[in-house]
């Protein structure tokens, strides 16, 4: 039993943090309609920029918001400049456009900041408290649910509960509809790219001091658990997300601890397939109507 439970909390641990990157691909894809595969480089740069500022001014808060707000303004130049010239007759045109934009930004972050590891240092302590002799969550690993936990209270309310979101809800949709409605979808795009950057961005800080250090490529596996998460909770989920994020680190955590790490791949891609059988739109999917 103590190991079993030293398991789960140590999945809930990598499964918040799973959770939070899973999030900011949600947003995108509840405000654009497309799985933005340059998420995880993006968070990177941005990531950078973080922990450049809480190296110069000491303080790991003020680099945590430099970094959201480089999210906010990288993802506003990445729609505008970038991928509203894409044409979306082909959806694989705007896949092989962030692919090239992911090697793009990974090559400019080698050149500019080197491809060596950086460490990362977390705002709380990493060491997990101790419960009836078991290991916890550590006060970092609370941070981090806690952080997760705010960012989709206010996804909803602003998808769900303000003029605003229903308006980027109704670009990504319907947008011919919803300029005759009079909805700027244009300025909606770019408003959804720049919240779902700025949401990789808060990911990244929360992800980088857990164990992965600050490099180029420190996103890329990150990135694929975390689709994998935001594929099985639903994608146009912020509270499926979350609940994937979650599930997954449980059954890595489960796999590693049982089986060995070898079996961890394996079974990430068993529950993909198994949801995407079973419900394909992912356990937290809302029903569509049906036209016969």
Do not use: C, K
């Amino acid at each position: 039993m103590d190991r079993f439970l030293f398991l789960t909390f140590g999945g809930l641990s990598t499964g918040a943090v799973y959770a939070a990157f899973a999030l900011a691909l949600v947003l995108i894809w509840r405000a654009a309609r497309l799985v933005n595969f340059a998420q995880g480089a993006m968070a990177v740069a941005t990531a950078y920029v973080g922990y450049a500022v809480a190296s110069a001014t000491g303080s790991y808060w003020l680099g945590l918001g430099a970094a959201v707000l480089a999210g906010l303004l990288l993802g506003a130049l990445v729609e505008r400049v970038l991928m509203r010239f894409v044409g979306h007759a082909n959806p694989l045109n705007e896949v092989i456009v962030a692919l090239g934009l992911v090697l793009l930004i990974q090559a400019v972050l080698g050149m500019v900041f080197g491809n060596g590891y950086r460490p990362a240092p977390a705002p709380f302590d990493t060491d997990a408290l101790t419960v009836g002799g078991v290991a916890a969550l550590s006060p970092y690993d609370l941070w981090v649910l806690g952080a997760v936990l705010v960012v989709v209270v206010l996804l909803a309310l602003l998808f769900t509960r303000t003029p605003i979101g229903l308006r980027m809800r109704a670009a990504a949709f319907a947008p011919e509809v919803s300029r005759l409605l009079g909805v700027d979808v244009g300025r909606m795009l770019t408003l959804g790219w720049a919240l779902a950057a700025a949401v990789g961005a808060l990911a990244g800080m929360l992800v980088v001091p857990t164990g992965l250090g600050l490099h180029p490529h420190a996103m890329d596996l990150v990135f694929v658990v975390a689709f994998t998460a935001a594929v099985v909770g639903g994608l146009d989920s912020p509270a499926g997300a979350v609940v994937g994020g979650l599930l997954v680190g449980l059954i890595l955590s489960y796999v590693t601890g049982y089986l060995g790490p070898d079996t961890t791949p394996l079974a990430v891609l068993v529950l993909l397939l198994a949801v995407l059988l079973v419900r394909p739109g992912g356990l937290f999917s809302s029903a569509r109507a049906r036209h016969v």
